[in-house]
Antibody
Framework: QVQLVQSGAEVKKPGASVKVSCKAS????????ISWVRQAPGQGLEWMGW????????NYAQKLQGRVTMTTDTSTSTAYMELRSLRSDDTAVYYC???????????WGQGTLVTVSS | QTVVTQEPSLTVSPGGTVTLTCASS?????????PNWFQQKPGQAPRALIY???NKHSWTPARFSGSLLGGKAALTLSGVQPEDEAEYYC?????????FGGGTKLTVL
């Protein structure tokens, strides 16, 4: 069965970086992309970006350009999302989600809480 | 800045029918926006319900259906169950970018 298992909760200070992982299993990793989505406390979902696990191509949300990097490691079927220069409003639950073409979101990770606090 | 708009809240009686909509600030929503719909309950990850306007996942209950209606994407729940009380989000594709709507809180009362 398809599973996306994310890394554990993180607490970071403002200005630091965080790297969240998303380990995929149960399917051919390189046949799909991964989107990253975050949700601030009590707020809605925000799409952060997408990476192709096939060739590493990325699309990032405009507001995060320059602060976010998404990568994959095909040898371990793991996707990563790194967010730099953290601010308090980056406090959120971060999710990875599998995307197949065209326009098909299906499986989601369990979420990773990132707290940014001094 | 592209904005995707959903009804903030809706209330439906058990067994009733309700339609949630998803509008784009750029104009009419078409199949080329690949509308997706998600359900989220408190403390849980979102769950995908509909992709590419009207396609259901294997786990999507038959009472959920997706369509295009009056220039918007729509999610219709027929024969609503108490467990359908949740937040519902749509997502639209804009070329390489994806944008979520603000969500609709559905109350079953």
């Amino acid at each position: 069965q398809v599973q996306l298992v994310q890394s554990g909760a993180e607490v970071k200070k403002p200005g630091a970086s965080v790297k969240v992982s998303c380990k995929a299993s149960g399917y051919t990793f390189t046949s799909y992309g991964i989107s990253w989505v975050r949700q601030a406390p009590g707020q809605g979902l925000e799409w952060m970006g997408w990476i192709s696990a096939y060739n590493g191509n990325t699309n990032y949300a405009q507001k995060l350009q320059g602060r976010v990097t998404m990568t994959t490691d095909t040898s371990t079927s793991t996707a990563y999302m790194e967010l730099r220069s953290l601010r308090s409003d980056d406090t959120a639950v971060y999710y990875c989600a599998r995307e197949g073409p065209p326009g098909r979101f299906d499986y989601w990770g369990q979420g990773t809480l990132v707290t940014v606090s001094s | 800045q592209t904005v995707v708009t959903q009804e903030p809240s809706l209330t439906v009686s058990p067994g009733g029918t309700v339609t949630l909509t998803c509008a784009s600030s750029t104009g009419a929503v078409t199949s080329g926006y690949y509308p997706n719909w998600f359900q989220q309950k408190p403390g849980q990850a979102p769950r995908a319900l509909i992709y590419s306007t009207s396609n259901k996942h294997s786990w999507t209950p038959a009472r959920f259906s997706g369509s295009l209606l009056g220039g918007k994407a729509a999610l219709t729940l027929s024969g609503v169950q108490p467990e359908d009380e949740a937040e519902y989000y749509c997502l639209l594709y804009y070329g390489g970018a994806r944008v979520f709507g603000g969500g609709t809180k559905l109350t079953v009362l």
